[in-house]
């Protein structure tokens, strides 16, 4: 028999998992898709390999953007599900679709104009600058999709349907990866179109899930509707809880710039190694890291929003145990078999060593970076983003960019202070969202912005 402690624990972990597990096959298939764009284009060459992940940092703006937007929708979606104020749920939603698409549209004009010019001034060489241009054009030709697709889906899963979006972005996410086959390789009748390939493949499928998830919405396939936009304080709350999420990821990305810099001037070659490295620790860790975070900010979002403070911060502490638990378990997996890994990505003997070592310490990482993932999505449903805002920039400045230039430049560590940085980096932002999640400050911050759009328990 199980005492009640251990029962509540397991039948929380169940609850999570019941939730997360649909967004865990999608995140997969997901990191699979970018996965199999770092496989073939190793096929062609490191250069290649350094052209995606360097245009990958810039294609990472339009991406935070849509998943501050994400962030803010679930908060205020899940926090409306759980109170039964199903008209403003719906009306959040509707906004920031919206806006998301309006905020895609300058991403377009860059990628056309600037694309080459913004691979080349991170240092690269020429030809990854100009293969990098091309595949950077392609992806942000379609940032208003992404966008929508990316706020559309966490709309859905905040009012308790994590399914639709799995089913959608599993068939989408499985056309990108036989686009990026067929077209980057010219299997068949299809044209070897090389990292021109890849590229039409990613827009595709963005273009694809935007459309059908729309769509789902509003045919009223899931629990979300589209009502017409007529709250001004939705829209304040939506930008306020979303604004720091966003800041939070493009100050992150603008960080890895430098960073990347600094891999550069080691070689193509530990770029190319950190891209493997890093890719292979997001295709072990990822979905389960994004499954749990989604399902706890449904969780916590809605006990909130049924007025249940305690239960919520329960809850978040025992969801982060769970990813602790079982993440931690991959990264030691992931730290034993480092070396087979990498290989499935490259045969070059050089970057097949330091992807290694990249791939080793990201491992190393794996249990609090669980911690920090779990704990920061439940401040997120709590409508706190300004502590993993600042956890993380902190994080990555101190760790990523300061222990990387300072020992592996300036000391002349080397490498081995870059993997040393993205430990520090990750235990930094860990301490200080745990110790923001203990004070409790966002319980009353959820409070308060429930009753300013009325939305308290039982009201509508």
């Known amino acids: 028999m199980l005492s009640g402690g251990r029962r509540r624990l397991f039948d929380l972990w169940r609850r999570v998992f019941d939730l997360s597990w649909p967004v865990m096959v999608e995140q997969f298939l997901r990191t699979l898709m970018r996965t199999t764009d770092i496989i073939v284009t190793g096929l062609f060459s490191p250069a290649a390999v350094a052209a995606v992940g360097l245009a990958d940092l810039y294609a990472r703006l339009p991406l935070r953007i849509g998943l501050g937007l994400g962030s803010g929708v679930i908060a205020l979606s899940s926090q409306d599900t759980g109170s039964g104020a199903t008209a403003n749920r719906d009306e959040a939603i509707t906004q920031a679709i919206l806006l998301g698409a309006a905020a895609g549209l300058p991403f377009v004009l860059f990628g056309f104009l600037f694309g080459q010019r913004a ?14 241009g091309l595949y950077l054009a392609i992806i942000f030709a379609t940032s208003p999709a992404r966008h929508v697709a990316l706020v559309a889906a966490r709309s859905i899963q905040g009012a308790g349907d994590t399914r639709t979006p799995m089913y959608v972005n599993v068939v ?23 990292i021109i390939g890849v590229g039409i493949a990613t827009a595709f499928g963005n273009v694809f899930s935007a459309l059908v998830l729309v769509a789902a919405v509003w045919r009223s396939r899931t629990p979300a509707g589209f009502v017409r936009p007529r709250q001004w304080t939705i829209t304040r709350q939506l930008l306020a809880i979303s604004a720091p999420r966003i800041a939070e990821g493009l100050a992150t990305t603008i960080i890895e710039f430098p960073f990347n810099s600094i891999l550069l001037f080691f070689g193509t070659e530990v770029n190319a190694a950190y891209q493997i490295g890093r890719r292979v620790y997001q295709q072990l860790t990822g979905p389960l890291s994004r499954g749990y975070r989604t399902g706890t900010s449904i969780i916590v979002g809605q006990t909130l929003g049924d007025g249940d403070p305690a239960g919520a911060r329960y809850n978040g502490w025992a969801a982060a145990a769970l990813g602790v638990v079982t993440i931690g378990s991959l990264g030691a997996i992931l730290f034993a078999a480092a070396e087979p890994l990498v290989a499935l990505f490259t045969d070059d003997p050089e970057t097949l060593f330091y992807a290694s070592g990249f791939a080793r310490a990201y491992a190393l990482a794996a249990p609090v970076t669980a911690l920090y993932i779990v704990l920061a999505g439940a401040l997120t449903s709590g409508s706190d983003t300004q502590t993993p805002f600042i956890a993380r920039v902190s994080g990555m400045f101190v760790g990523m960019l ?6 592996g430049i300036y000391l002349g560590y080397g490498v081995p202070a870059i993997y040393a940085s993205i430990v520090v980096y990750y235990v930094w932002a860990t301490t200080y969202v745990a110790v923001g999640f203990y004070r409790g400050g966002w319980i009353e911050r959820t409070r308060t912005m429930m009753d300013e759009r009325g939305s308290t328990p039982g009201e509508d």
């Open 119 to 132: 691979i080349d001034v991170l240092g690269a060489e020429s030809e990854v600058a100009r293969m990098g």
């Open 402 to 407: 300061g222990v990387s230039a300072v020992g």
């Open 172 to 194: 989408s996410n499985g056309l990108n990866i036989v686009g990026t086959l067929a077209l980057g390789l010219g299997l068949g009748p299809a044209p070897r179109l090389h």
